[in-house]
């Protein structure tokens, strides 16, 4: 088969999967969910920041506007103390939190806490659940063999519903964040352009476990197996990727040779989810605003962390799997 | 040139992840389908007719033998532009409507994006489904579908059409439309390779048939050798004639 009848083959299942994406219902679900966190942003109101500090390295003291009204306004503001006087309402006022920075760190606040944690875990883990059961449908015996009786190759149908469903999650993916980074831009008028670096990050977590689940649903051509070996994988690379950044706290030589080695070849080879946060903790300057664990300081002021090789090593692992994948596929009889 | 060819082939199924031994489907097969003719491939449950058509469709490879495809080895994916396939349980994906089912496996047969939609709606016409165009097939009845399933056979324009218990849920329309189809293959000096276990149609469709028994090819030869009498010369029922041949020993090793 020729390139344009594999790109052919590609564009063909990606429309496919995209209409089968469509069609289900934990779509509506996540449209739901988008509008929701859409609706909280939109209602969000900063009041009274605090003016930003000169110097980077200025810290300035802060109190809270009642304890300063204890203290005497003047006696306050004649030590240099600033007052939290501002506040961040939720739901149109509805619920309030104490402002203590400026604008754009309550802001940035936000879209860490949407994208790091909301949208970086518990979105992953819902789209991973949500499209366990794309290909073992798919590859249910009755409708694979008049698809796969087709002159596509099958490594071309397999790439072509990867690449579809890794697409429909990144179109998910732009739209929470477009339509969050809009609603809290107009409530705000903070408009943080760093906030977009988690799209391409979102679907790259997602992309590399999307590999495994591949795998398991060539492999078993379970759902069940597909949607909660991948959850068990994502647990274990959390873990290996957690222990890793706390051994390289650890004085050298703390931990046995061959444990050593264990460790650092489960850390290379397996996907690092920890460390594609950590890329978009640091794009949101979000030290600022919640504290770094301390083993990834330890392993970033030794020099020993490096993201982009995190991010290079996790895509070899996903085309390894793909690879894997495309291979069982090819080998097995329907 | 032959539409299928198959030179001692076996075809031995895993019988799990951990198991050594396997289950055998066909032993030594040697059959030819020339162009030009309906055959039918016939014989009792589990005998093998499925497992050789999946073989012939690139769906299964043979532990040994060597099977082809208009002269080429099964391998080249290509010759499977020119065949079209048609089962008796079709489960199309359940959110696409008539007329997407048959642009997709069009697209996917490599029918261009131009021509797609005038063949579509010819071929929905033909079974019957035009005006069924856009609803979701989740709504179609096991007719319908087998219907559907017939037009995604012909979308490719194909030189080879296989069809395995192809009437099976089909009404009375259907049957007769499917014979049509068959007649025309056979017009135009294409081929049509019939699974049934529905012995009138294989009688008034056929050329040449293979019974398989076993694994292992029974009978193979035109219909009027078959359905002769050995001992007279007169001819009889194809079920009398297939009787014997389906309740023979099976061959030792």
Known sequence: MNLPDIVRCVRWMIRD???????????YVMVALIAVCTLLCASVRVTGDVAPTTYDWEVPALIPKDEAEKLGMDRVKNDGVRVISGEVSFGFGATKVP??????DAVHFIQTWLAGWLADTAGVLLALLWTAGFLPTFLEPQSATVLLAKPAPRWAILLGKYLGVVGFVGFQATLFIGC??????CATGVWSAAYWLAVPLLVLNFAVFYSVSVFLSVWTRSTVASAFGTLMFWMLCWLVDYSHLRMLGQPSGSLAP???????AGYWILPKPLDLSGIFFDAMNAEALSSKPQELKVAESGGLHHPEWSVASSLAFAAGVLGLSAYEFKMTDY | MTAALFENVGKVYKAGWFSRSGIPAIRDVSLTVPMGSVFGLLGPNRAGKTTLVKLLLSLARPTVGHV????????NRRTLSRVGYMHENHAFPRYLSAGEVLNFYGGLSGVSGEELPRRADALLERVGLADRKREPISRFSKGMVQR????????NEPDLLILDAPTEGLD?????LLRDIAREFKAAGKTVLLVSHVLSEVEELCDEVAVLVAGRVAFRGTMAALTRDPATGAPRPLESALRPLYTQPETAE
């Open chain 1, 99 to 104: 402002l203590g920075r400026t604008r754009e």
């Open chain 2, 172 to 176: 009375l329309l259907g049957r007769h």
């Open chain 1, 258 to 264: 061959l444990s050593q080695f264990l460790m650092d």
């Open chain 1, 180 to 185: 969050t980074w809009v609603a809290l831009g």
């Open chain 2, 68 to 75: 082809a495809r208009f002269g080429e080895p099964i391998s």
């Open chain 1, 17 to 27: 999967t995209f209409r089968q994406s469509i069609a289900t219902k934990l779509f």
């Open chain 2, 148 to 155: 559907l399933g017939l037009a995604q056979a012909l979308i």
